[in-house]
């Protein structure tokens, strides 16, 4: 098993540049999650999915935050335009059907300049 | 509104002594806890978890203490490792609902 897949696990970009990051959930698992992490406000849930439908978005900060789901092995978190104060690590998990404990992704570490 | 949070954000310990982590919550309806360890650079890992049903759980070198009346969730590292220093959260959840809330985060630095 290779576990939740995240790539990049680094991006650098400026400000008012697309970012997309993604994520490749563990086979089997129905549930995917977004997190972000930060110094100030921790891990904070962004968007989760079920079955590759959007069930809860109320973390998205602001429109310029998008998520996709397009089918059960891949999904898409997209800022744009970025802005620095988007600088973080932004984690995927996924579950499967009836789970609790989720297996996080390695993260992809966001800087915004 | 309901949170979850660690009473101490750091935590120092003698390699070979037992680590005590703790963490409160506010969710009188929360039926389901974990702790996961963070470590540098990587995700957090699943530690072990305890339903609230129960008050006492063991793993390998870890065990998980429930005190619903208070509120309460402690996380015990016996014979603490330098492999152990890492960033601990609690996190919970309410049946039926997939969302966890995460803790603020313990570090443990393992003196040699």
């Known amino acids: 098993d290779a576990g939740v897949i995240q790539s990049p696990r680094h991006e650098v970009t400026e400000m008012g540049q697309e970012v997309t990051l993604r994520c490749k959930p563990i086979?089997?698992?129905?549930?995917l999650f977004w997190y972000r992490q930060t110094m100030m406000r921790g891990l904070e849930l962004l968007i989760y999915?079920?079955?590759?439908?959007?069930?809860?978005d109320s973390g998205m900060p602001e429109d310029r935050f998008s998520a996709k789901m397009p089918n059960a092995s891949f999904s898409t978190l997209k800022i744009q335009p970025s802005e620095p104060r988007d600088s973080a690590v932004y984690f995927c998990?996924?579950?499967?059907?009836?789970?609790?404990?989720?297996?996080f992704g390695s993260g992809t570490r966001l800087t915004v300049v | 509104g309901e949170s979850v949070g660690l009473h101490l954000p750091t935590l120092s310990v003698q390699e070979g002594d037992n680590s005590i982590i703790n963490c409160a919550y506010s969710?009188?309806?929360?039926?389901?806890f974990i702790w996961y360890k963070q470590e540098s650079g990587k995700g957090p890992q699943f530690i072990i978890d305890?339903?609230?049903?129960?008050d006492k759980r063991q793993g390998q070198r870890v065990t998980v203490l429930l005190n619903k009346t208070v509120k309460h969730l402690s996380l015990q590292i016996a014979a603490t490792q330098p492999g152990d220093s890492a960033v601990y959260f609690c996190?919970?959840?309410?049946?039926?609902?997939?969302?966890?809330?995460f803790g603020a985060g313990t570090t443990v630095t393992v003196r040699a």
């Open positions: 998990a996924s579950i499967p059907q009836g789970g609790h404990g989720y297996t």
């Open positions: 086979s089997g698992h129905n549930s």
């Open positions: 999915f079920n079955n590759n439908v959007p069930i809860d």
């Open positions: 969710n009188s309806a929360s039926d389901y």
């Open positions: 305890i339903r609230s049903n129960m």
């Open positions: 996190a919970e959840n309410s049946f039926g609902d997939y969302k966890l809330s």
